[in-house]
């Protein structure tokens, strides 16, 4: 069933609590600079998350872990030039939140501070509690991460889905629920079963935002480079392809460097 869309100028932290209350879902993506940035807002996305799949998408790494946080500062003020309406969240990385509440306060100021970003985004439950705490009575708001956590991941030792186990699962309930107390805004739940995404959603009066975790949850966010194809390696159950950009942008380049050999390009009317 389709709820009526209503028109935000600026998104907010307040606008998701809002769009959960009336069934609004909300859409998320990723976007890293300015130009992509630029896109996605325009075309009426709802939170733009500056993600550590920075990491992967934009340097090559094969996992998120090696991203800085000067360079999740560099990401998200490119971003932020970039956008009028969209709520933007950044990932803090891993390294910058997870031993000291005192040294994820400083990132996360760092971020607010020198990108002009509008929240954070925190990997974790109960583990990283005081951390929450300490950013959130600074004023800063809060996204949660739960389910498979890719700062984690050589403590899961692998991408597949989380949350399977009766006891995984009433973990992670017990940490949304936690998450909501302390003041989060809203919930990422990455790659765990839909049923129990669903009764996440159900149990908490803040947003749900899923990626891979079905569709009873209150928004979802994809990478954009995925979603429009730049990538075409990475091919999760999850993830639709809006587009086949890495097809079609080989084919042009192919088409420039053609041009170019054979002196087609630039022809008569594309000189002074």
Request: glycine residues 6%; hydrophobic residues 40%; aromatic residues 6%.
């Amino acid at each position: 069933m389709s709820t009526a869309k209503k028109e935000y100028k600026r998104v907010t932290v307040k606008s998701l609590v809002d769009m959960k209350a009336t069934g609004e879902k909300i859409s998320m993506l990723t976007a890293y600079d300015y130009t992509m940035a630029k896109i996605v807002d325009s075309a009426g996305v709802d939170v733009i998350l500056v993600g550590d799949s920075a990491s992967n998408v934009m340097a090559g790494h094969e996992t998120t872990l090696p991203i800085t946080l000067d360079q999740m500062i560099y990401h998200a003020s490119s971003v932020v030039r970039a956008i009028y309406r969209a709520l933007i969240v950044v990932d803090l990385p891993f390294g910058s939140y997870q031993s000291d509440p005192k040294e994820a306060l400083r990132s996360a100021i760092r971020i607010m501070k020198e990108s002009g970003a509008h929240s954070v985004k925190l990997e974790g439950g109960k583990e990283i509690k005081e951390s929450i705490k300490r950013i959130l009575n600074a004023g800063i708001p809060v996204m949660g991460h739960l389910g498979l956590t890719p700062q984690s991941i050589y403590k899961f030792g692998t991408y597949t889905v989380r949350a399977k186990e009766e006891q995984e699962a009433e973990q992670l309930l017990e940490d949304a629920k936690m998450l909501e107390k302390l003041g989060c805004f809203a919930i990422v739940l990455e790659k765990i079963p839909a049923k129990l995404a669903q009764q996440v959603a159900e149990s908490v009066s803040i947003p749900i935002i899923g990626i891979g975790a079905g569709s009873g949850v209150d928004g979802q966010v994809l990478v954009l480079h995925d979603m429009i194809g730049m990538t075409h390696e990475f091919n999760p159950r999850f993830l639709r392809r809006y587009l086949n950009l890495y097809e079609e942008m080989s084919t042009a380049i192919s088409q420039y460097v053609d041009d170019v050999k054979t002196q087609d390009f630039p022809n008569e009317s594309e000189q002074y």
